[in-house]
Nanobody, 121 residues
Framework: QVQLVESGGGLVQAGGSLRLSCAAS????????MGWFRQAPGKDREFVAA???????TYANSVQGRFTISGDSAKNTVYLQMNSLKPEDTAVYYC???????????????WGQGTQVTVSS
């Protein structure tokens, strides 16, 4: 089992920044892909970004150029730096871990509880 705990969410004005953290514990593996997903009220959960511990990363078009995903393997922690935030970025953000480098939720086995990000206009 792998446990994931997100932190760093909060309320920020449009144009501002936040950094989310996801700490992994348990039976973690360097072969896992770590991903961030988000779910806005009334909408389906969607892919945001993913990273392999080797450094490969990918982003949703909606956040490309504004968000940066990174990882610290020594701390088993993944970060999501979010800049130039927009009201439409408001959502619960979830961290996930899986064995495939994928943008699809069903490829991820472990999920955190989520952290709320609210961007005011």
């Amino acid at each position: 089992q792998v446990q994931l705990v997100e932190s760093g969410g909060g309320l920020v004005q449009a144009g501002g920044s936040l950094r989310l953290s996801c700490a992994a514990s348990g039976r973690t593996s360097s072969t896992y892909t770590m991903g961030w997903f988000r779910q806005a009220p009334g909408k389906d959960r969607e892919f945001v970004a993913a990273i392999r511990w080797s450094g490969d990363s990918t982003y949703a078009n909606s956040v490309q150029g504004r968000f940066t995903i990174s990882g610290d393997s020594a701390k088993n922690t993944v970060y999501l730096q979010m800049n130039s935030l927009k009201p439409e970025d408001t959502a619960v953000y979830y961290c996930a871990a899986g064995r495939s480098f994928s943008v699809y939720q069903f490829h991820y086995t472990y999920w955190g509880q989520g952290t709320q990000v609210t961007v005011s206009s």
